[in-house]
């Protein structure tokens, strides 16, 4: 069978709506299950995957032109150079054959762009699902649900079993910032067109949903969660409105820096995080004098120490790196790093440090040019004069998601792959469907 006749059979099939609306369930049924019940999330996955391979095998003249898929087969490519170089370089310590899903995960978002077919309701049932998941997974992993919420309000720090506690509160953070947009918006809507009986119910199921995400961030006393959320909330909307063209609708950015840092401020003064600052004091008086060599192993400066271990190995491969899975040699055969640390802590709590140490400069640099590109797209989404609305949610995710990733390695875990590519693929779902347009009508013309 030649490629035409295999494409005349496989594009109608891939093309209609009711396979498209298949691969939605599909991919809201991962949002919902992926970690909840990992189980049937992976049934829902691989369904995804499969479809996901037809249509890229469909769309094979366009989509490879694409600077995301690119970025991936560089990021496959990089992992390959990384493995040749630590087989060079450390052989006793590279592993046997390269593996590619570590940077290859990352760009799993392109599939979920491509099935949102560009739509806002198929983005906003989406993020839906993913709030659902996140509450869902909270009460299946917990030995007790509610025994949990009753000693987070007794002041106790609390995980639902989430991996840790920051990884409850880094979805409690994103669950945040998207509801409280929501919430400002809902008002703003409400006030534009007179109609604020039709939309009081919604808002107000959404300030409940959102007390339950403040309580857990609140609970888990996650520190860079609140950093991340505070700088997100300052810089995002300042950005959008220096970036914008035309002016910006103020009545619905300003509500909504105000209502979030208000709301962070109030969070932020409780006396478990002022504590836990303050019992870390003489971490940060020894980073300032330069003195590491006396930094402490509380929280903080255990990151501090494992970064200034993680540099000296980067210093030695710095374009290629180490390979794959080398901070688990890192911090094992560290002599500085005291034994109960080297036994109990297997990553470096930063994601970009550890694809520098792996994958080297240019590892990082596919991967910071990967958030760039993902801002660039949301450029010209809308209309001259109208709100653009993904640009606005995508620098307030973006900056959130570049402020954790610098304390905790999210991006490879697989709560923060959920985060990474239900939100990159939702945000650039938009500009992958206008340029695939855009290129089969250049075809047909």
Request: glycine share 6%; hydrophobic share 50%; aromatic share 14%.
């Amino acid at each position: 069978m030649t490629l035409n006749a295999i494409d005349s059979k496989l594009s109608p099939m891939i093309n209609s709506k009711n396979f498209s609306n298949l691969m939605l369930i599909c991919l809201l049924g991962y949002a919902i299950l992926k970690y909840a019940s990992r189980t049937y999330g992976d049934i829902f996955q691989s369904f995804f995957v499969f479809g996901s391979i037809l249509a890229i095998y469909v769309e094979r003249k366009n989509i490879f032109k694409d600077k995301m898929l690119i970025s991936l087969f560089l990021a496959l490519i990089i992992q390959v150079l990384s493995w040749i170089n630590a087989t060079i370089q450390i052989p006793q310590l590279a592993q046997a054959i390269p593996e590619f899903g570590q940077l290859g995960n990352l760009f799993f978002f392109i599939f979920i762009a491509y099935w949102l077919k560009g739509r806002i309701t198929s983005v906003y049932l989406l993020w839906f699902s993913m709030l659902i998941g996140f509450i869902l997974s909270f009460y299946l992993h917990s030995d007790n649900f509610i025994q949990e919420i009753i000693n987070g309000i007794n002041g106790a720090r609390i995980s639902f079993n989430i991996n840790n506690a920051q990884h409850s509160s880094l979805w409690s953070g994103l669950a945040f910032l998207l509801i409280s947009y929501f919430i400002i918006k809902c008002f703003y809507l409400a006030t534009k067109t007179n109609q604020t009986k039709k939309y009081l119910g919604f808002i107000f199921g959404l300030m409940l949903i959102n007390l339950f995400f403040i309580f857990v961030i609140l609970s888990t006393q996650t520190r860079q969660v609140f950093l991340g959320l505070i700088v997100s909330s300052i810089l995002a909307p300042i950005i959008y409105s220096i970036s914008q063209k035309n002016k910006p609708s103020l009545k619905l950015v300003l509500p909504l820096i105000t209502m979030i840092i208000v709301t962070l401020y109030s969070m932020s003064n409780i006396s478990t995080l002022e504590n836990r600052t303050i019992n870390e004091s003489s971490t940060y008086k020894a980073l300032l004098r330069g003195d590491i060599d006396h930094i402490p192993y509380d929280s903080s400066g255990t990151r501090i120490n494992i970064w200034y271990e993680a540099y000296g190995w980067i210093q030695e491969r710095p374009i290629l790196g180490s390979g794959q899975d080398i901070r688990d040699d890192v911090i094992l055969l560290s002599k500085r790093i005291p034994e109960n640390i080297r036994t109990t802590i297997n990553h470096l709590h930063n994601s970009f440090i550890e694809v520098t140490l792996s994958y080297g400069i240019i590892g990082l640099a596919i991967i910071l040019f990967m958030f760039y590109w993902l801002l660039h797209s949301t450029k010209q989404l809308t209309p001259s004069g109208q709100f653009n609305e993904i640009r606005l949610i995508a620098l307030l995710f973006l900056i959130y998601w570049f402020v954790v990733n610098n304390f905790e390695s999210y991006l490879f875990s697989t709560t923060g792959l959920l985060v990474h590519n239900i939100m990159f693929g939702s945000i650039y779902t938009f500009y992958l469907t206008e340029q695939l347009k855009n290129k089969e009508n250049e075809t047909t013309i």
